[in-house]
């Protein structure tokens, strides 16, 4: 709706000027309006006119009417301010679209966005948390913005992770009583130790791995049973924060389909491609040293190899490839991307995040000790039920436990989400709970407190209004650029875009609540209305992220 706005301006200074130029425009402070434009500094060298003269002529030639209300030329600049009129027609807007706006039509573009694939040999640590919740928070975004997404999550089972588990998993079992991929990994860590302590048996993972990349039946047969076992466990632990992929993609599959071999042979015939002891691209001339190794001694193909593959096989099945990757990948998927522009293959756009820590919680990978998604989700729950026991003595343990889940969870998404990806990030827990600020909690209760208000109020279609104030402008505007943010956030595949602006709606709302009355004032249905239309917006942006909007807590 914003764009509308800027569209009017945009247009009534073409009539003013009588020229063919582009309108610059930006967002004052708003003692200065709700739009301004340079442009008569632009004009001055051209006409060899003060600016401050030429934007005081335009102004006069821009009659106030439908979405502006106002014009002011201040020291060259002028300054535009939305109408009342505008403020009704994104009420009106709002109202009618509901769960639908901010929304774009379908584009026909089909995007494959791979994220969290993580090795099926344990349960999800932290990082993988950040990677899932960034990937599966851009999907949402995206197909809010009319794409055709499909989420994948790529299996390694073809790596010496699940080698290992699956080594472990025979000489030691699996403990049936834990979860599945803490079993595994319980397997997984015994085995490494065993392998420390006897590196003779190091010759059996290396014939595991031969065995099944040649497709030996049995050995097929207990790869998929430990990897389709963890993975149940790691299914869990996604459904508690609301992640749901669309298709599970083994990296076997490429091998089996013979897409791997099909790349390799292309590859070969680039002058990029080298032979000695191993297969491998010397990828100098995209200012990357590493050489690429796509096979080792015995034959078999790396990692990187079947991911290639994968990748080419992305490229045939959408129009954009997405993936998500921690920064310990960002040579991998350097090479990656050198590799398909030498098959003149589509180039994933690549979003790398940096490193989560949790204040407070320990992890020693030496030991096998890291914390888990599992530990963050359970130590969040758990520090807001606290606080909701703090704050509502009045209710019961179901809404509190209730209440506390989607609290806790939420303020895991919303956390990670707000932060960009290229920013390394320490989650605390008492800004991701926090109430009174910006934390999850403090978005969470304004959606809440004007669910309380509407409950009193009859809304009517009658919602005109004759002045705003402030605190209602501020909502407005806010409310009307929502689609805008959307699409920011789409192109430029950040969520933490739609994060940041659900605190700045919140804060709006939050300042309305505190000087403006709503039950019984003489504006009641038009401020009604207003709050039923931030609402709309709030639980709109918020399951953007993922996270359930509260009615009460």
């Not at 595949?493 to 709302?509: C, R, V």
Request: overall charge positive.
């Amino acid at each position: 709706m914003f764009e509308k706005f800027e569209e009017e301006v945009k247009k009534r200074l073409q009539n003013a000027i009588g020229l063919d130029v582009d309108i610059p425009l930006s967002e004052p402070s708003e003692e200065f309006g709700d739009l301004s434009t340079t442009l008569c500094f632009e004009l001055a060298r051209r006409l060899r006119k003060n600016p401050k003269i030429i934007a005081e002529e335009l102004a006069k030639k821009i009659k106030p009417e439908n979405y502006i209300k106002e014009v002011k030329a201040v020291n060259g600049y002028i300054n535009f301010y939305f109408s009342e009129k505008f403020a009704e027609d994104v009420i009106k807007t709002v109202k009618k679209l509901k769960g639908r706006y901010g929304s774009q039509e379908k584009k026909n573009i089909k995007v494959i966005l791979e994220h969290t694939s993580a090795n099926p040999d344990g349960p999800l640590h932290i990082g993988h948390g950040r990677n899932a919740i960034i990937g599966d928070s851009l999907a949402r975004i995206l197909k809010f913005s009319g794409y055709d997404v499909e989420t994948q999550y790529y299996v390694n089972d073809m790596g010496r992770q699940l080698a290992v588990a699956v080594f472990g998993a025979k000489k030691f079992g699996i403990n049936k009583d834990k979860k599945n991929d803490f079993a595994v990994a319980e397997a997984y860590v015994k085995a490494n130790k065993f392998l420390e302590e006897n590196p003779e048996y190091e010759k059996e993972i290396a014939k595991l791995m031969k065995e099944y990349e040649e497709g030996k039946k049995d050995v097929v047969k207990e790869f998929h049973t430990i990897a389709d076992y963890c993975l149940k466990g790691i299914k869990e632990t996604l459904k508690k924060i609301n992640i749901f992929h669309d298709k599970f993609v083994f990296e076997s599959e490429f091998v089996r389909n013979g897409l791997v071999y099909e790349v390799v042979e292309r590859l070969k015939k680039t002058k990029y491609f080298e032979h000695n002891e191993v297969m491998q691209l010397n990828l100098k001339e995209f200012g990357i040293e590493k050489k690429l190794i796509l096979t080792r001694s015995d034959g078999t193909f790396l990692y990187t190899t079947r991911d290639i593959a994968y990748h080419v096989w992305k490229s045939r099945n959408a129009d954009v490839v997405i993936d998500i990757f921690g920064a310990d990948h960002k040579l991998v998927a350097e090479q990656l991307k050198a590799a398909l522009r030498i098959l003149n293959e589509k180039v994933p756009d690549i979003i790398i995040y940096e490193f989560l820590t949790i204040e407070g919680m320990k992890m020693s990978t030496r030991k096998g000790r890291f914390i888990s998604l599992d530990e963050l989700i359970d130590e969040s729950i758990k520090r807001a039920y606290e606080e909701v026991d703090k704050r509502r003595k009045d209710k019961d343990e179901k809404f509190k436990k209730s209440v506390a889940e989607k609290l806790g969870i939420g303020a895991i998404r919303f956390y990670i989400a707000r932060v960009a990806p290229e920013k390394h990030m320490v989650f605390k827990f008492s800004e991701a709970l926090d109430f009174e600020k910006h934390g999850l909690p403090f978005v969470q209760y304004a959606h809440a407190r004007i669910c309380r208000i509407l409950e009193k109020i009859e809304l009517s279609n009658d919602f005109s209004v004759e002045s705003m104030d402030e605190y209602e402008k501020r909502l407005i505007k806010l409310v009307s650029k929502f689609p805008k943010i959307v699409n920011k956030a789409a192109e430029e595949k950040k969520p933490s875009l739609i994060a940041n602006y659900l605190i700045n709606l919140a804060d709006a709302f939050h300042r309305f609540y505190m000087f403006d009355r709503v039950v019984g004032s003489e504006k009641e249905q038009f401020r009604a209305n207003l709050l039923y239309s931030t609402k709309i917006v709030l639980a709109n942006a918020l399951n953007l992220l993922g996270i359930e909007p509260l009615e009460e807590m």
